[in-house]
């Protein structure tokens, strides 16, 4: 059944014809984008050897959104999303040619920005348009399947960028990301199914727009339980995405590799629940796996903060990047059933400029609080002062004081309050 269930999912890429080529359109430049990502971080580093600038770096790449979803998402609903993804990709490729001659990281930076721009405008499209190229009962098959094709240029992309710049150079990446976005862009062209109804609402201005958007996702059910439910667990996944280091590197002592194996392990994750999540929400509907999912991402990574070293923890980190990619499909479903064409790509845009929005604001919070808690759940047991609050036992990792057990002044066996986490995005 399960081989059954497979062919019909990649039967999906063969039979709809528009579908295909939006699907391997962002497959190509998704590959491209995280093969450019490592290049960017380490042109960025090695210029300036200063964490701030890769942090920079790091803020521009989601700010945009957040910009786009409040200012510009009304472009989604009043203008040809075809053209709006052929442009953004020409964009994204005037950006990478342009990178090689960057003289300064402030330039990067402005142009990663630049780059992040034209990102905020194509990801809603994608996902706005995708009702339009498919039936709605395949919808749940095709949000999976473009997530899982995401997540695994993810984890291809970035090995293969750092085998690219440390064989050549940042330049060489950068390259090939611009023809990338231009393969995407010859696909997309070539779409012949509209991508949009053909009847669209006449503006009625542009802030009066950007409200209708506002307040059809505050009436609407399915995209006021994402705004809720979702900001919640993306402001808490931003923790975990800070913590995860300091947990691999001081509280595991497992080094650069055991950071390097968390990472991994959510990408798998991710790839599983992507890939698997499509068929489980066309069976079950979509309340069982969206509260299933998030509990588990909560489980998962709650798990993750107490368990006794890496390996155990990794393998609880594929558990919640499994629920993390369930819930991006299930999100993608409740807005695409959720909001009529003529408002949807100001609903997704909302939605995702609000994800991005406690992103941040959760890296802003997790900073000070891993700091204290090194990674653990909340506030670092005081295991080496007086404390007699602290169940916690301490030994020396280099100079610096490493608690090894008990975590919280908790037993082992026994779980501090779970972790909620992350739409991608």
């Known amino acids: 059944m399960t081989g059954g269930r497979s062919r019909a999912r990649f039967g999906l ?50 700010l945009p959104s957040v910009i786009v979803g409040f200012l510009a998402g009304r472009l989604l609903d009043i203008a040809s999303r075809r053209w709006i993804l052929v442009i953004a990709d020409l964009a994204r490729a005037a950006v990478f040619f342009v990178l090689p001659f960057a003289t300064s990281p402030a330039q990067i930076v402005a142009l990663a920005f630049a780059a992040g721009m034209a990102t905020s405008l194509f990801r809603p499209a994608v996902y706005a348009g995708l009702p339009n190229l498919v039936s709605d009962e395949n919808l749940p098959q095709a949000n999976g399947l473009l997530q ?4 695994f240029t ?19 990446a950068y390259l090939v990301n611009a023809f990338s976005f231009l393969v995407s862009a010859l696909l997309i062209v070539r779409i012949k199914e509209s991508l949009e109804e053909a009847e669209r609402a006449p503006s009625r201005g542009h802030w009066r727009d950007l409200a209708d958007g506002f307040s059809f996702a505050l009436r609407s059910k399915s995209l006021l339980t994402i705004i809720v439910a979702w900001s919640i667990a993306v402001f808490a996944t931003a923790g975990v995405n800070v913590a995860e280091i300091v947990l691999a590197k001081n509280v595991f002592g497992a080094g650069d590799f055991g950071y390097g194996l968390l990472v991994a392990a959510g990408a798998v994750g991710l790839m599983l629940g992507s890939f698997f999540g499509g068929s489980w929400i066309e ?17 998962g990574f709650g798990a993750a903060s107490v368990a006794p070293n890496v390996w155990v923890a990794a393998i609880v980190v594929v558990a919640a990047g499994a629920g993390n990619g369930v819930a991006v499909i299930t999100n993608a479903v409740l807005v695409q059933r959720g909001a009529p064409d003529r408002l949807r790509g100001r609903a997704f845009a909302v939605v995702m400029s609000l994800g991005y929005a406690f992103l941040g604001l959760g890296m802003i919070v997790a900073g000070p609080l891993t700091k204290r808690g090194r990674g653990r759940c909340g506030p ?41 986490p992350q739409l991608e995005s």
């Open 380 to 420: 670092l047991p005081p295991c080496c002062s007086r404390s007699r609050r602290s169940s916690a036992s301490c030994s020396p990792a280099g100079s610096t004081p490493r608690c090894v057990a008990s975590p919280c002044g908790t037993r082992p066996g026994r779980s501090p309050p779970g972790i909620d």
């Open 13 to 62: 890429v063969r039979e709809a014809g528009g579908f295909r080529l939006l699907f391997f359109a962002t497959l190509a430049s998704s590959i491209g984008t995280w093969l450019a990502f490592v290049a960017l971080v380490v042109d960025v580093f090695d210029r300036t050897e200063n964490a701030s600038w890769v942090s920079a770096l790091l803020v521009v790449e989601f």
């Open 283 to 299: 069976q079950r509907g979509m309340a069982l796996p969206y509260g299933v999912s998030i509990g588990l991402m909560a489980l």
């Open 154 to 172: 993810w984890a291809i992309g970035a090995l293969v960028g750092g085998g690219l710049v440390a064989a050549t150079s940042p330049d060489a």
């Open 148 to 151: 899982t094709a995401d997540n």
